[in-house]
C-alpha cells in the first residue's frame, strides 16, 4: 500500500492519497470521534495528535490539524495510523446519520443543486471541502452559501472559490447571480 501525501489551499488541511479506495459511498466528513464510531479508520486517524477534522473520499483522506500543531508529527503519525487500520478497513462502511436528504422549496434552489452537485461539489469534496446551499432569492438574484469542511476554514475559499462558484452558476443558471458566503 502507497500513501501520497499532497497539499491544499487550506495551510491546516492536507490530503493523504491511498493507493486502495477507502470510501466506496459519498464523501463523508467526521469532526469528531463519536461521529466516526464503529469505523475503525478515521478512529485510529482521531488518535493522532493535532488532528481535528477527518474527510474521506474514493482514496483520498484529507486531515484538517489544530492551527498549533506541527505537520511535521501529524503527517507521520496520519501515515502510520493509515497504515495499521487499513486492512482492517471496510470501504464500504456507513454512517449512522439523522439528516434527511436535502429538500428545496422553489424549482430554481433545485436546478441550483444539480449545477453544484455536477459541476461544484466535487471540486469541493476533492479538498475534503463542501459547499450548503442556504437560499436562493428569486428577484435579487442572490444565492446564500455556506462552505464546510476544510472549506469552511479556508483564506482562499473566501474569495478564489466564491469566484469559481460564481463563474460557473453565471454560465450554467443565469448570467446575472450573486453568490454570498454566509
Known amino acids: 500500500m502507497e500513501i501520497k501525501v499532497q497539499t491544499t489551499p487550506n495551510p ?3 490530503k493523504f492519497i491511498i493507493s ?14 463519536e461521529e466516526a464510531r464503529g469505523i475503525q479508520l478515521p ?12 474527510a474521506m473520499f474514493g482514496n483520498t483522506v484529507t486531515i484538517t490539524k489544530a492551527h498549533s500543531a506541527d505537520w511535521d508529527i501529524v503527517e507521520d ?8 487500520k487499513i486492512n482492517e478497513h471496510n470501504p464500504g462502511f456507513e454512517v449512522a446519520t439523522d439528516t434527511p436528504k436535502e429538500v428545496y422549496d ?20 476533492a479538498d475534503g471541502g463542501d459547499i450548503q446551499l442556504l437560499k436562493y432569492d428569486t428577484i435579487s438574484k442572490i444565492l446564500f452559501v ?15 472559490t466564491l469566484a469559481g462558484i460564481k463563474n460557473i452558476l453565471e454560465m450554467k443558471f443565469d448570467e446575472d447571480i450573486k453568490v454570498y458566503k454566509t
Open 77 to 84: 503519525e496520519v501515515i502510520e495510523a493509515i497504515s495499521l
Open 106 to 125: 422553489s424549482p430554481e434552489m433545485e436546478r441550483l443543486a444539480v449545477i453544484v452537485d455536477k459541476d461544484i461539489r466535487p471540486i469541493m469534496q
Open 20 to 33: 486502495q479506495i477507502i470510501n466506496n459511498g459519498e464523501k463523508v466528513t467526521f469532526a469528531s470521534p
Open 12 to 14: 491546516n488541511s492536507k
Open 43 to 54: 478512529l485510529a486517524i482521531f488518535t493522532c495528535i493535532g488532528v481535528k477534522k477527518i
Open 146 to 160: 455556506s462552505f464546510e469542511g476544510n472549506c469552511g476554514s479556508c483564506a482562499s475559499a473566501t474569495d478564489g
